[in-house]
């Protein structure tokens, strides 16, 4: 089975900063989607960013971008400037390129200090 | 943009009562999904459906089923609540299977079981 594991259960980072969040999975597939999604204190989960693992580049959206490494299957989202509006919970996913079963990691909270 | 609705944000139930969580989407998806979120374990799948009266399990079905008579209304049932069953939920879909196609959250419904 795949698992999805987020080794920092907390973040923090002053307001303007960059900060980077961690996540490694397992999974024997060659074929998958990764994504990073925000749950604000609103809850609703807000896909952030995606990655095909087929791609090498890495994805980037704005002030988001990720560092994906295929070989050590780790997959950390880079927030640049950050903004008091980033603050929330982020999820790490990861989802084999022919199911719908997407796997979730523990979340990491990042805190935006002004 | 896509509407996931969850019919209720807050719900308190008793142990034994059978619990019906409802979800509606507005955007015509094919797939609809049911998570569990629990600090420490991310999102956990009960249930998902690719299509009307169509269900799979995921990886926690046990104590849960869900009904999906219109395309556009998922629910999720609890047929006999029990206090390890207070936890968020969160109603999700997406338009086909396609891993290209995110899913699209509610705002989470939180369940208490006294």
């Known amino acids: 089975a795949q698992t999805v594991t987020q080794s920092q259960p907390e973040m923090s980072v002053q307001e303007a900063e960059t900060v980077t969040l961690s996540c490694t999975y397992d999974?024997?597939?060659?074929?998958?989607?990764l994504f990073w999604y925000k749950q604000p204190p609103s809850r609703q989960m807000i896909l952030v960013i995606r990655q095909e693992a087929y791609k090498q580049q890495n994805a980037t959206e704005n002030r988001f971008s990720v560092n994906f490494q295929k070989a050590a299957k780790s997959f950390s989202l880079k927030i640049s400037d950050s903004q008091l509006g980033d603050a929330a919970m982020y999820f790490c996913a990861y989802r084999r390129y022919n199911n719908n079963d997407m796997r979730f990691g523990a979340g990491t909270r990042l805190t935006v200090k002004p | 943009d896509v509407k996931v609705t969850q019919s209720s944000r807050y719900l308190v139930k008793r142990t034994g009562e059978k619990v019906f969580l409802e979800c509606v989407q507005d955007m015509d998806h094919e797939n609809m999904f049911w998570y569990r979120q629990d600090p420490g374990l991310g999102l956990r799948l009960i249930y998902f459906?690719?299509?009307?009266?169509?269900?799979e399990k995921g990886d926690i079905p046990e104590g849960y089923s869900v009904s999906r008579e219109k395309k556009e209304r998922f629910s999720l049932i609890l047929e006999s609540a029990s206090t390890n069953q207070t936890s968020m939920y969160l109603c999700?879909?997406?338009?086909?299977?396609?891993?290209?196609?995110?899913?699209?959250f509610g705002d989470g419904t939180r369940l208490s079981i006294l």
């Open positions: 459906s690719y299509d009307v009266k169509m269900k």
């Open positions: 999700a879909s997406s338009l086909t299977s396609s891993p290209e196609q995110p899913q699209h």
């Open positions: 999974t024997s597939e060659s074929d998958y989607y």
